[in-house]
């Protein structure tokens, strides 16, 4: 049977000092040189300072390997102007590279002296057009050198592609196959709706994690359109992850629904002019009259500013939901004096039990500021509860989002994220509920759906269709979430996923 | 949004439908419960039909036809279809010119997503643009 192997390297540093290890390098080039590989991806900081002489040896040591290398910039290629460099001596910042069945776009995600990353307007075109050009090809890769979704192990989630979420956005749209970075120095491969979120490991720089050794990934790209990586360390240990996309999408609706949530965020209620008050009396009636849900999720930022005069406002308004209610705090939320507050008008967010649906509260609001943390008490209390509540259906609540969001800055929000989102998927919760960031998204990472949702009530969001909430409706076998468009009621579908080993309560 | 890009960057990809025993009534339950115009009809995972609310009116209700006839008495067998990588353009024109409000996409010889009115109008308001920086 045909098919494609690439050999996925990563984060060379290749430098004259104690950072390039030689030996690690060399020993994964001649593996390569043996194997029996079609291309090879070096997806970025090739050099440790993008210096003269380091690019002069780089250019020496790239040149062992034996088969056709694409070689991507990384953000230490680019420090001292190195990208002038990188053209000179590596080749093209952004280019295609074509093979039987597919083609790999690589792109230059780079900010000249900064570590974080960045796909700028005139390069999101560029890639849109050659993704279109290319639209027809069974298999689509993509490259960078900037991580996508959050990766464990990495301590504070930063240097992140800013727009992360529009890439993601554009890729997923354009059913690309494989997206494949570096960056963070950890191997990991997730899986994020049929795109397969391949990062390699440092292949030959002494900055490892956790203790780890170098490694590089290799990929096979297989006839009947499965997605093949397998992590392969040094030592010689291999850990393999495969997907296979799954073509029809049919979804056939049995049975009566076991669960309805309407899921919203960003009220943000207050006297601002930013607070859309008669949308969020609508908002309330809507609930009530026409969808009644047996619970209501507010993902945070119930008030726009932690002071009595706005949570005594809020607590009117969501004493009159009549369904269940389950409120966790976002950062607006605990300004000020919002901590205490919170507490008094809302109580502690505790975990809630209805039928056969078990809600796990995550608190991840920081004091003074939107960036948000779990930690690694609250990581260890959620993998906890995930295990203890295996057997029924569990639902994540909390503020800060986990997946980058399109239209907004991601800086890492929340600055756990990476291992939060191994917890997650590790635990295999059923749906992660978050509201930040001012617009809906969704999209199943692994096995586990989490949809963000937009502003309910505040006029300063992201998102096209305006505020909004989202309508959760789970079945036997499957979740299905419309966004409803908070002033006119009207529904879009978000996303509907499929439950694995049909839940029944 | 696009006019070049392919309309599987637009295209709902994930197909709500009946089988062919399910009755009219079962499938007009799932449109409105699903808010959508259009089911498709699977047999052993592959989509063998189509109907819209417009069929029922035609087929069903002129006709007078009892609500619990199978579905599969009722449905289109000739698929109108295009190619997932049709830029989106010419699809429009398709539509424009068939008089047709939904259109099947096609890819590998499966159908794999549909084009409907209401996914016009959610992509009118999509730009898949970035607004991080000009660069």
């Known amino acids: ?505 | 949004m696009d006019m070049g890009a392919p309309i599987k960057a637009y295209m709902t990809r994930k197909l709500i439908g009946v089988g062919p025993d399910d009755t009219v009534k079962r499938a007009c339950e799932v449109m409105v419960e699903f808010d959508i115009g259009s089911l498709v009809v699977v047999e052993e995972g592959r989509v063998i039909g189509f109907f819209t609310k417009s069929d029922i009116i035609r087929r069903v209700v002129i006709p007078g036809l009892p609500n619990d006839t199978p579905v599969r008495e009722i449905m289109s067998r000739e698929l109108i279809t295009v190619s997932a990588n049709t830029p989106v353009r010419e699809v429009l024109d398709l539509m424009a010119k068939k008089g047709v409000k939904h259109m099947l996409i096609e890819e590998g010889g499966e159908i794999v997503g549909i084009f409907s009115l209401s996914d016009l109008l959610t992509a009118s308001r999509r730009r898949l643009e970035t607004a991080i920086a000009a660069e």
């Open chain 1, 1 to 505: 049977m045909a098919m494609i192997r690439i050999a996925h390297i990563s984060d060379t540093h290749i430098t004259g000092e104690s950072a390039y290890k030689g030996y690690a390098y060399d020993l994964i080039v001649n593996e390569i040189n043996r194997g029996n590989f079609d291309f090879v991806i070096h997806t970025g900081d090739v050099t440790n300072q993008g210096l003269r002489e380091e690019y002069e040896r780089a250019s020496y040591e790239l040149k062992k390997i034996e088969k056709p290398l694409v070689v991507i910039p990384g953000n230490h290629d680019v420090r001292n102007v190195g990208y002038e460099l990188f053209e000179r001596f590596i080749g093209p910042l952004n280019g295609v590279y074509e093979f039987e069945n597919g083609v790999l776009i690589w792109v230059d995600s780079t900010i000249p002296d900064l570590s974080d990353g960045r796909v700028g307007g005139y390069k999101f075109r560029w890639l849109k057009a050659r993704l279109e050009e290319y639209s027809d090809r069974k298999f689509k890769i993509v490259a960078a050198h900037h991580h996508l979704v959050p990766l464990p192990d990495t301590g504070r989630e930063r240097n992140v592609l800013y727009n992360a979420g529009d890439v993601l956005d554009l890729l997923l749209r354009h059913e690309v196959n494989l997206y494949t970075c570096g960056h963070k120095h950890v191997p990991n491969v997730y899986r994020v709706e049929d795109l397969v979120v391949d990062n390699a490991g440092c292949t030959s720089c002494r900055k490892t994690r956790k203790g780890d050794v170098n490694s590089y990934n290799i990929i096979t790209l297989h006839d009947d359109g499965r997605v093949e990586v397998r992590i392969r360390r040094v030592t010689g240990d291999e850990v393999r992850k495969e997907h296979r996309p799954v073509r029809p999408k049919i979804f056939i609706p049995r049975g009566k629904r076991l669960l309805r949530i309407v899921q919203m965020s960003e009220s943000n209620v207050s006297d601002r002019m930013y607070f859309r008050r008669k949308v969020l009396e609508n908002v309330v009636r809507t609930i009530n009259e026409k969808l009644k849900p047996d619970i209501v999720i507010h993902n945070g930022d119930v008030v726009d500013m932690g002071i009595e005069r706005y949570y005594e406002k809020a607590y009117e308004f969501y004493e009159m939901i009549k369904a269940e209610k389950l409120v966790v705090p976002g950062h607006n939320d605990i300004t000020y004096l919002g901590y205490d507050l919170f507490l008094e008008y809302f109580g502690e967010p505790e975990i809630k039990e209805l039928g056969g649906f078990t809600f796990i509260p995550v608190i991840s609001a920081q004091y003074e500021t939107p960036i948000g943390v779990v930690g690694r008490i609250g990581q260890k209390k959620l993998a906890r509860a995930l295990e203890e509540y295996r057997e029924s259906f569990t639902v994540v609540v909390l503020h800060h989002n986990i997946v980058p969001i399109p239209r907004s800055r991601e800086v890492g929000f929340l600055e756990d994220a990476g291992d939060v989102l191994r917890t997650i998927t590790g635990g295999e919760a059923n749906l992660v509920l978050t509201g930040h960031g001012g617009n809906s998204f969704g999209v199943k990472v692994e096995k586990t759906p989490l949809v963000n949702a937009g502003s309910v009530s505040w006029e300063l969001h992201r998102n096209p269709f305006g505020n909004s909430f989202n309508l959760i409706d789970v079945y036997r076998d499957m979740i299905v979430v419309f966004e409803v468009q908070a002033t006119w009621g009207s529904g879009r579908l978000l996303g509907i996923w499929k439950i694995k080993g049909s839940f029944s309560p």
